[in-house]
């Protein structure tokens, strides 16, 4: 098996009907009876936030990454509680529930949809951001990290223990775990440890009966929520994670290469991170890949928590305490994904290569698969994409334009690269990773979802592993009090 991960990206450089809200006065009741529950609950304690505080804006606003969904277009919530404990958490849905409230439960706030704090119907913003305790045992290589705990501090704890051990996600620190595992955790060590979710061993889980369920207490919700999203069956607390063991020095590297075409510029960067030592990695480039011409003085010697910065083009000299920094500034974006099972024939690239010319500033990047990834069967966790996969694309598209109209413009361009790759692609369904979520894959109602709505983007997420998981949902979720507009829901006796 390979240590090494190459991922490969594509940038571009140019040259020059919602269901109508609760009444005010029915929000102010709902609210009043909902922090009366709190009270009956004896968790007045939780910290609440109402639109009346003059930190419910900033607080919001804290953890959204996509500025499509910052401003006054956007539904806020009823309110906004941040727990600092999980008998918070238990209460916020029981409350929640009891007054015909929706919850939406942040992380980090890198939903690419914002799914994780908007809703088009009355609902309460559970903000984990204070529930990011991590407890770190090297001796039995293990560790428990609390939901709204970011990446980038769980690598920090483990750097500050050892530099033998590490954790395969993602590459921006300011990710929360929350979301980021229970989708599947796509990260740079794939190919030699799989996924996030591959390494859990645990969790903690608030389901809508407002019980703490773990491991030993949940039996196929542990299978769903590594790879099916939390978000569907109930308020994930915390992980258990096994980490796994690098050696003390990696290497890590980009190498670009540069198409011309019509006075603008296509960069090819080949991204990779092998965990062992350059001369080794020549040697093992010069036989796999000797047409990209690796050289010796490509590659960068580094710890493996140096590697973390270089993924997240930080200077690798830099402080570890900025992995700490839990906010990236907002801007405007839209990404797309899709899965790759056959070779892209070579004569296809320049139609590829036109139809990103068309685009505007965007990236996509190839993720590979293989290794690990292929040995792991098909069923062992809830997320599908396994063996017989070369690799998975990220499209994304940014832009600085305020307006609907710049944004119609750069999404419309995306969509049209999309709509050029798809003979190279999955099909029947088109597959799609749900963490680089996309409503334009199907949306349902939030009031009244149907289940061959739901179907449409759950085949696409989840391939055969939809039914069982919406099976899952009926059994610990059967009045699907947990949903959004890409939710699972449960399964009809009907089928």
């Not at 910290?47 to 956007?74: E, Q």
Request: proline residues 5%; glycine residues 8%; aromatic residues 12%.
């Amino acid at each position: 098996m390979s240590n090494l991960l190459l991922i490969i990206r594509l940038l571009l450089l140019l040259s020059t009907s919602a269901p109508p809200s609760l009444g005010l006065a029915h929000q102010s009741t709902s609210i009043s009876a909902f922090r009366h529950c709190l009270q009956n609950h004896n968790r007045s304690d939780a910290v609440l936030y109402l639109p009346t505080n003059s930190s419910f804006l900033p607080v919001l606003n804290a953890y959204i990454h996509n500025k499509r969904f910052i401003g006054p277009a956007t539904a806020k919530p009823l309110a906004i509680v941040t727990p600092t404990h999980e008998s918070h958490v238990q209460a916020t849905v029981l409350c929640a529930k009891a007054n015909n409230l929706q919850i939406r439960t942040r992380s980090g706030g890198h939903d690419y949809e914002g799914l994780s704090y908007r809703s088009p119907s009355p609902f309460i913003l559970l903000d984990l951001n204070n529930l990011r305790r991590i407890e770190l045992d090297v001796e039995t290589e293990t560790a428990w990290v609390e939901a709204g705990a970011t990446l980038g501090e769980l690598y920090y704890a483990i750097a500050n223990k050892t530099n033998t051990l590490a954790f395969p996600a993602g590459v921006c620190p300011s990710i929360g775990v929350g979301g980021h595992f229970a989708g599947g955790g796509y990260g740079n060590l794939l190919r030699k440890y799989g996924l996030s979710v591959d390494n859990v061993i645990d969790a903690r889980v608030v389901n809508a009966r407002g019980e703490i369920l773990n491991r030993s207490t949940m039996g196929d919700l542990f299978w769903a929520i590594r790879g099916g999203g939390g978000a569907s069956f109930g308020v994930i607390l915390s992980w258990k994670v096994k980490l796994v063991r690098v050696p003390e020095v990696v290497t890590a590297f980009q190498v670009d290469r540069w198409l011309d075409q019509d006075k603008t510029k296509v960069m090819i960067s080949f991204v990779g991170e092998y965990l062992g030592r350059t001369k080794d990695l020549v040697r093992y480039l010069s036989r796999s890949f000797p047409e990209l011409g690796f050289r010796e003085v490509d590659g960068k010697e580094m710890s493996w928590v140096e590697t973390v910065l270089f993924w997240a083009m930080i200077p690798v000299n830099k402080p570890l305490e900025v992995l700490l920094n839990r906010k990236s500034e907002p801007s405007y974006f839209k990404s797309k994904s899709d899965y790759v099972t056959e070779i892209i024939p070579r004569e296809a690239l320049p139609g590829i290569w036109d139809a990103l010319l068309k685009v505007g500033p965007c990236f996509t990047q190839w993720n590979p698969y293989g290794g690990r990834m292929a040995e792991i069967d098909t069923d062992e966790a809830a997320y599908a994409h396994r063996a017989g996969y070369l690799f998975k694309v990220q499209y994304y598209v940014w832009w600085v334009e305020d307006g609907e109209e710049a944004e119609a413009r750069h999404v419309g361009a995306l969509d049209a690269l999309h709509e050029a790759v798809t003979p190279y692609v999955t099909k029947e369904p088109r597959e799609a990773y749900l963490n680089y979520r996309d409503l334009e894959n199907g949306v349902n109602s939030v009031e009244k979802p149907e289940w061959s709505k739901a179907k449409v983007y759950g085949e696409k997420y989840f391939k055969g592993h939809f039914e069982r998981l919406a099976k899952i949902k009926a059994e610990f979720d059967p009045e699907n009090f947990f949903r959004d507009q890409q939710s699972i829901p449960p399964f009809p006796h009907s089928h």
